[in-house]
């Protein structure tokens, strides 16, 4: 069974920092590339930041551009995404989400969340 | 930035209705067209992608076509658990982008 669990939320200051991981399991995780998602309080889903199988190739959203960094483990089936100077307006759940083999950008297993909030 | 605009942003509907969600790109996304389902306290699960293709385990009340612009959802026959939010993504571009979402309720 395909397992994703994200871990690192809290509560943080504006301009503070926070690493979040993902622990996958039930997979061959070096086979896949994936992707942080996004949902503030009450709203949509935003796609934040992605990344190849090998961390080659690395995309963000301009929003999280220049603060935001994505990498992976894939010795030890883990994701991560550090974020440094946090805004307001990056409080949310993070998922992090298994891109569907051949299918970049569809996301086809999605972790439980971890909830970051941004507040002084 | 493709822009995803869904409608409607919610709709009322009994067990057995036919529901029908649309969803417009702001430029032509070549069906690069995904649809999610989220329930309250449940993950994101992915219903369609490629705008028609159903996702393994997905029930055949969903269904999904459109070209171009513009993609619909629908579901043949609402049941119980399909009471949920919809989204519609597309992956034509980065960066990837989201509907709003479609809030569907029990009328």
């Known amino acids: 069974e395909v397992q994703l669990v994200e871990s690192g939320g809290g509560l943080v200051q504006p301009g503070g920092s926070l690493r979040l991981s993902c622990a996958a399991s039930?997979?061959?995780?070096?086979?896949?590339?994936m992707s942080w998602v996004r949902q503030a309080p009450g709203k949509g889903l935003e796609w934040v930041s992605f990344?190849?199988?090998?961390?080659?190739?690395?995309y963000y959203a301009d929003s999280v551009k220049g603060r935001f960094t994505i990498s992976r483990d894939n010795a030890k089936n883990s994701l991560f995404l550090q974020m440094n100077s946090l805004r307001a307006e990056d409080t949310a759940v993070y998922y992090c989400?298994?891109?569907?083999?051949?299918?970049?950008?569809?996301?086809?297993?999605w972790g439980q969340g971890t909830l970051v909030t941004v507040s002084s | 930035d493709i822009q995803m605009t869904q409608s409607p942003s919610s709709l009322s509907a009994s067990v057995g209705d036919r529901v029908t969600i649309t969803c417009r790109a702001s430029?032509?996304?070549?069906?690069?067209l995904a649809w999610y389902q989220e329930k309250p306290g449940i993950v994101p699960k992915l219903l369609l992608y490629?705008?028609?293709r159903l996702e393994s385990g997905v029930p055949p009340r969903f269904s999904g076509s459109g070209s171009g612009t513009d993609y619909s959802l629908t579901i043949s026959s609402l049941q119980p658990e399909d009471f949920a939010t919809y989204y519609c993504?597309?992956?034509?571009?980065?960066?990837?982008?989201f509907g709003q979402g479609t809030k569907v309720e029990i009328k």
């Open positions: 039930g997979f061959t995780f070096s086979n896949y590339e």
């Open positions: 993504q597309q992956y034509y571009n980065m960066p990837w982008t």
């Open positions: 430029q032509g996304i070549s069906n690069s």
């Open positions: 490629a705008a028609s």
């Open positions: 990344i190849s199988s090998s961390g080659s190739t690395i």
């Open positions: 989400a298994r891109d569907r083999l051949a299918g970049r950008g569809v996301f086809d297993s």
